[in-house]
């Protein structure tokens, strides 16, 4: 079965270092979004991308980067750790070529110390 | 600006007891209305789409339905293994994807 996995499922770590989320889907699917999940906000929009070397920024860019390099996986990245950051993350992928229903990841829980 | 509300925050319903909840959004052309449920520690899992005014959607205890301003999750006979947080989100004309803040429905035996 198609399924999108993230990886780690929880990360602690220190202000001011670079981490790296994973994220790696078997539905072939071109569109892949990364979301950060906080109390009282909601889901929110990071980044995403809609196929092999394009990406774009979502509301909450700030301190975020990610980059596609194959139709699977979409990495993000945090360049310098910071305590506002601390959130639960969720990669989700959907079909191409229209307004179509999104498949998320477990999520990773990143706090920062 | 776009936007997307759910009502109410929280539910606690015993079962059986047959409710609403509701999603109200303003956007810039809608491309589409989906429904996801989120158990805790888990990531959203997709219920339904809904494309157009009018177009109605089943499973099982549940039905949504969706207007021109604003979308309802209508549970029926509820079982405690319902509770969970429901999920409202809509792609506009950009095809970006709005969530709500969620409904989190408690179900009690």
């Known amino acids: 079965d198609a399924e999108i996995t993230q990886s780690p499922r929880h990360k602690i770590t220190e202000t001011g270092r670079q981490v790296t989320l994973a994220c790696h889907q078997t539905?072939?699917?071109?569109?892949m979004f990364w979301y950060r999940q906080d109390l009282g906000h909601g889901l929110r929009l990071i980044h995403y991308?809609?196929?092999?070397?394009?990406?774009n920024k979502g509301e909450v860019s700030d301190g975020y980067s990610v980059s596609r390099s194959n139709t699977e996986d979409l990495p993000l990245t945090l360049e310098s750790a910071a305590s506002s950051q601390t959130s639960v993350y969720f990669c989700?992928?959907?079909?191409?070529?229209?307004?179509?229903?999104?498949?998320f990841g477990p999520g990773t829980r990143l706090t920062v110390t | 600006e776009d936007q997307v509300t759910q009502s109410p925050e929280a539910l606690r319903l015993q079962e059986g007891e047959s409710s609403s909840l509701n999603c109200s959004y303003t956007v810039s052309g809608l491309r589409g209305l989906f429904w996801y449920r989120q158990d805790p520690g888990k990531g959203p899992e997709f219920l339904f789409t809904l494309y157009s005014a009018g177009e109605e959607k089943e499973k099982e205890r549940l039905k949504a339905t969706l207007t021109k301003k604003e979308s309802f999750l209508h549970i029926t006979a509820p079982k405690p293994e319902d509770s969970a947080t429901y999920l409202c989100?809509?792609?506009?004309?950009?095809?970006?994807?709005?969530f709500g803040t969620g409904t989190r429905l408690k179900v009690l035996a």
């Open positions: 991308s809609y196929g092999v070397q394009d990406t």
């Open positions: 989700a992928s959907s079909d191409s070529g229209g307004a179509y229903e999104q498949y």
């Open positions: 989100a809509v792609a506009s004309g950009t095809y970006k994807y709005i």
């Open positions: 539905w072939n699917h071109n569109n």
